[in-house]
């Protein structure tokens, strides 16, 4: 078995790690890690998902994790590469969810998230997680900056686009995101009250996921790409619905499209290409599938993708992640997979 840990359990996306790996049929979960939850149960946090994991959640160290195969950590960032920094050397692999590593340049990390970079030692170094679209990366990966959810959304959705002929390089995403979003601690602007029968944009124009999406969609199609994303945040628990157009000077082919988005999705056993209905979040919640959907609107192609961004978003692109940096079959261990 693999052995693994958690680091984050006690939030959104650690707990859905916890719940996932516990599962798995070739990891074994040795740890829960947390900060202020350190010393409780996870079971009493989580008691819904009691039946598949039970532990004390220990306080952070290094040291402790040390010799294990594979350790997630679901921090918030800054936290997170400050925790890599001190694992790295000690386990196997290191497969975050947060947004530290993912952008190999710290200048550009350090203008859209604000702050100083935690450990610049280590970018560059962290493979982008996005089987999809660069899942070769992922073979034997050592750390792993796992895809953000927005951004798995649009460049899932943007991706097959960029190929077609005479396709634009601008990619205008709009997208709407429940409050799981933003994660289990309190903020008064996630309060129900605030949240609940209202629907707002937040961070246009400065969002921290746009360079992500630009960079991961230039390496893709080989060419410059500019992302304008306008994020939404919406009364729902969970699930991410982005919606991306791009103009062509020429309207492209619907069937051709079609078969673009079918051929670059062949292989990938999480991702839905509709043609018959639209996608939803509800379609997708509890699973690790990305739904995509492409509909030519005369010279435009609008194409709606819906992913759960616990899942498909964070901890089940993650375990996919990890699947395929241990060489194990891509969808084990993950709900919605094809055959699954
Ligand atoms: N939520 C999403 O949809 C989503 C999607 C993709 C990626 N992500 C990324 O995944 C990461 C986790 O997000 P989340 O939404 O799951 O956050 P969250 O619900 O707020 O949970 C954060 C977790 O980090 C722990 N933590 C904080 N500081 C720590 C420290 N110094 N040492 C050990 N543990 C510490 C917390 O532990 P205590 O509770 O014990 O303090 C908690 O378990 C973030 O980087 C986020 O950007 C989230």
Redesign the pocket.
Known sequence: MIETAV?????????ELVGLLATHPRAALRMV??????G?RWEDLYPARAHLFRGE?Q??EAASLEGLDAVF?????G??A??AAELEGRVGRIID????LRLPDRHVYERWYGRDHPAPQLLGRAVYGLPELFGGDLEGAEIVA?A??YPTAVQLAAAPALGLPGAPSHVVASAL?GT??????ADLSLSFSEVFGNARPYRVGSHQHTPEMAMGLERHAGRGVQVTFVPHLIPIE?GILATIVLTFDAAPDPAAVLDRYRRAYADAPFVRVLADRLPSVRAVAGTNVCEIAPVVDGGSLVVVAAID??LK??AG?AVQAFNRSFGLPEAMGLPGGEGA
Not at 7 to 15: F, K, N, P
Not at 73 to 77: G, I, M, N, R, S
Not at 97 to 100: E, N, R
Not at 180 to 185: D, M, N, P, V
């Open positions: 680091v984050g359990a006690s939030g959104y996306s650690g707990a890690a947390g900060a202020a939850s350190a409780r959640i306080a952070f950590l679901a921090l918030p960032h936290e997170s400050s925790a969810l947060s947004g530290d796992c953000g959810c995101s799981s979003g933003a994660g289990r601690k969970r961004n616990l978003g964070a692109q």
